[in-house]
């Protein structure tokens, strides 16, 4: 079993010690809970807002008489995670609680004004995996908004960006491609908080929001998740654990965007394997190895999902064994993975359409890239300006 997987291993981690890390959640309830003292909340969240306990920040606050939680507000999968990627999400009423839930994720995207109207703030805790494409991020934006039009303040319970906060790759998207899995400019992967992702969106918003943020204490940008001595809990269904987590982007960049490459979901190892049908796993493994990836290995494998687009078909890939999540580069390996796929078979590299393409890597020049480039610099130097642009505006909305 993986170290990343026997959590709390401390040796191999390389770390004095775990639990440094204090959530937004749990000082909203503690040192920081005037800022909703005698308040009517609302409450954005799902099964991934729990505080170290694994208590539910709803069942905390609904169970709270300082303050009152008049309403919930559920993003995709739903408030507690029982909806699957890409339903629709219904408004209903939460059996825990007992409390209304709108939907973010159903017929509209963002907060009605309707069910902020008897609010005195909105309060947003969702764990994020790092990525533009994770629709969460997008959902942070539409309550951004929804707050600067009901005039109340958007208060962000912080949590890690479980890829640490040190690196961000890829190209910003053109605008006119942005959509719910690419609501904004920052490069695919981003290195913020969703605190300083909401700063980074209010620079953005062209309206006057209070946006606050909760902060984490303890948190420090080279840290992981593993690193945090936090619990993880599953922030999607296919996202188990936090070797998924890490391996997203990786391999959600491939499948999830060319038909004819899997990603792994439909398999017990969900965005760990990347491959296709026909191809040689073992030819695959060897160029991977060649190309040099930083903290992640390769082994062969050979498997039927038995959902999904491949479903009951033979995929022959490679299954990514993460072995140092600090020194790993998703989006690299992304590109790696498809240049040594094409060299197998170049139809594998057409994308479900260009718009798709450009809403995930966020332009055409790098589809180009990837169908001619020789090496992985040639096709990742397309993101070097937007990563510099980037770099200069995301130090001005940093917390940690």
């Given amino acids: ?66 303050f009152r939680l008049v309403r919930l507000f559920g993003p995709e999968h739903g408030i507690r995670g029982d909806v699957n990627a890409g339903d629709k999400v219904g408004g209903s009423v939460d059996a825990r609680t007992g409390l209304p839930v709108e939907s973010l994720y159903g017929a509209k995207r963002r907060p009605s004004p309707e ?13 994020d995996v790092g990525s533009r494409t994770y629709t969460y991020a997008s959902t942070l934006g539409e309550c951004l908004h929804a707050c600067a039009d009901a005039k109340i303040p958007l208060i962000v319970l912080d949590r890690p960006n479980p890829q640490g906060g040190l690196r961000f790759e890829g190209s910003r998207l053109e605008p006119e491609f942005r959509s719910f899995i690419g609501w904004s400019d920052t490069p695919v992967t981003h290195g913020l908080t969703f605190g300083e992702l909401a700063r980074y969106y209010q620079t953005k ?4 929001v209070d946006l606050q943020v909760v902060t ?10 593993e690193e945090t001595g936090l619990p993880w809990v599953p922030t999607s269904p296919h996202i188990p654990d936090e070797v998924a987590m890490h391996l997203y982007v990786a391999t959600g960049m491939v499948g999830g965007v ?38 992640v290995r390769f082994r062969p494998c050979v498997v039927r999902p038995y959902y999904g687009k491949f479903v009951g078909k033979e995929v ?10 600090a020194q790993f580069l998703p989006l690299r390996t992304a590109v790696g993975l498809l240049l040594a796929m094409r060299a197998q078979d170049p139809k594998l590299l057409v994308p479900e359409s260009e718009a798709s393409f450009r809403k995930h890597w966020g332009s055409l020049a790098i589809l180009a890239a990837l169908k001619t480039a020789k090496t992985i610099e040639e096709v990742v130097s397309q993101f070097a300006d ?7 505006e995301r130090a001005k909305v940093l917390l940690y």
Avoid at 216 to 225: N, S, V, Y
Avoid at 268 to 286: M, S, T, Y
Avoid at 316 to 325: F, K, N
């Fill in 386 to 392: 937007d990563e510099a642009a980037f770099a200069k």
């Fill in 316 to 325: 022959r890939g490679v299954q990514l064994h993460l072995e140092a999540s």
């Fill in 258 to 295: 060319f038909p004819g490459l899997s990603e792994g979901v439909g398999t017990p190892q969900p965005f760990e394997i990347v491959g296709a049908p026909g191809l040689d796993e073992h030819r695959l493994k060897q160029d991977l190895e060649a190309q040099k990836h930083l903290g």
């Fill in 1 to 66: 079993m993986s170290c990343l997987r026997r959590f709390g291993c401390v040796w191999a981690l390389g770390i004095a010690a775990l639990g440094q890390v204090t959530l937004g959640t749990e000082r909203i309830l503690g040192d920081e809970v005037s800022r909703i003292a005698g308040k009517r909340v609302g409450l954005v969240t799902n099964p991934s807002g729990v505080d170290r306990n694994l208590i539910s920040t709803a069942d905390r606050l609904a169970a709270d008489r300082r």
């Fill in 115 to 127: 069910s902020l109207s008897d609010l005195d703030a909105l309060l947003f805790d969702i764990q």
């Fill in 205 to 208: 918003l062209g309206k006057s």
């Fill in 216 to 225: 984490m204490k303890g948190w420090r940008r080279e840290l992981t998740f």
